[in-house]
């Protein structure tokens, strides 16, 4: 269960101006869901990501994921809380460029304390079709396969949530597509939760709910 309850997130600029990112934003998903989160650039969509993987706290306002309110929690706490319930997966992947690929998937299950991180870094490679290339580093993967090992990394602890900040935006069509029917296979193989942003009304509607952000409120598909 994801629920939000009058969440406003607003930034102070250095001049002392406010900016309202997201205001009274009220809605709920049910565990097991896929969720698109549509809208243009600007609407605040990384930012409500953000603040559901407890990387933010909203300014006003309750975020509720998986049973815990993230207001309630300490940074510790918070920590915690990420590494039993979220996988999150980047536009740009985010992967240690000197670290092999099996190495950037261990070294995540190793900071979620699983008890055999090498094991199940391995069988997460092997679930989204890497187990060949486990040994190279990214400079020597595809676009395509570097998500793939986002991917892994984002499952090997087989999370409750999965979170995708416009997982597709930096490949071609055809990396895209195969990136997109991965995480729709992991997610109904899992049964995690798939909260994702896109641009992409076609990946959207393949989605079970599509919500909508424009100036920093839902106009559509929040109720």
Known sequence: MIELREVSRVFESPSGESLTVLENLSCSFKAGLSVAIEGPSGSGKSTLLGLLAGLDQPTSGEVVVAGHNLGNLSEAGLSRFRAQNLGFVFQSFHLLQHFSALQNVVIAGEIAGLPAPLKAAQEALARVGLEHR?????????????????????????????????????????????????????????????????HDPHLADRLDRQ?????????????
């Open 134 to 198: 486990t040994d190279h580093v990214p400079g020597q993967l595809s676009g395509g396969e570097c998500q793939r090992v986002a991917i892994a990394r984002a499952i090997v602890t087989r999370p409750k949530i999965l979170l995708c900040d416009e997982p597709t935006g930096s490949l071609d069509r055809v990396n895209s597509s195969k990136v997109f029917e991965l995480l729709l296979a992991l997610h109904k193989d899992l049964g995690t939760t798939l909260v994702l942003v896109t």
């Open 211 to 223: 919500v909508f952000l424009e100036g920093g409120r839902f106009v559509n598909g929040a109720a």
